[in-house]
């Protein structure tokens, strides 16, 4: 079983990857180190300038497998807001303040986005996973984390705060991305055995 190293300070989100990396015959060590993450106004610069600083900051991590993941919830009719900027949004206005700023929104399409950063043998490669769904009128569950109690997906007429976490990874743009990289990873790998 390949080892990779998540490097996050929150804990939901690891536990979203270690379950899916299970599917892949793979396992995921949390590391909770501490890192500049940079503002930008797109999550890949974010991801990838974290990946970067890691690798200079912390040079035994070049030795390792590991991934950092940034993720932002992106509403249309407030042209993307929050975006890049979810988390600070989230620790300063919180839901009660994205329900007021669409009190009298009639458009509440909104998606949420994922961008993994990954490091082995010293490249980067990122993987990106969305998931479309609209700004629930008030929020609804008590699981998950974040913006989930307000965000009702477009598959399951749920919010990601009502779903188990095996249901939340059937769904969320954190699974499709992670996925998209644990099959990358065991492509790889499966064709590194067999010599193609």
């Not at 990106?128 to 997906?153: A, M, N, Q, S, W």
Request: a neutral charge; proline letters at 2%; charged letters at 25%.
């Amino acid at each position: 079983m390949k080892e990779v190293y998540f490097i996050t300070h929150n804990k939901h989100k690891y536990e979203e990857a270690s379950e899916i990396a299970k599917n892949y015959k793979m396992s995921v060590e949390w590391v909770d180190i501490e890192y500049e993450e940079i503002q930008a106004n797109n999550l890949e610069d974010i991801a990838l300038a974290s990946c970067k600083n890691l690798i200079q900051t912390k040079p035994e991590l070049k030795k390792k497998h590991f991934f950092v993941e940034d993720a932002g919830l992106f509403i249309e009719s407030l042209n993307g807001f929050p975006g890049p900027y979810s988390a600070f949004i989230f620790q300063t206005l919180g839901n009660e303040g994205i329900l007021n700023l669409m009190k009298s929104e009639e458009n509440r399409v909104a998606y949420f986005k994922s961008v993994i950063a990954y490091f082995a043998n010293g490249k980067i490669k990122l993987f990106v996973g969305k998931t479309k769904g609209t700004i629930f009128t008030e929020k609804r569950g008590v699981k998950g984390f974040g913006f989930d109690p307000i965000f009702l997906t477009a598959d399951e007429g749920l919010t990601f705060a009502e779903m188990s976490l095996t249901t939340k990874n059937l769904y969320s743009h954190r699974q499709k991305s992670l996925r998209e990289m644990f099959t990358s990873l065991t492509t790889f790998e499966n064709k590194t055995v067999s010599g193609e």
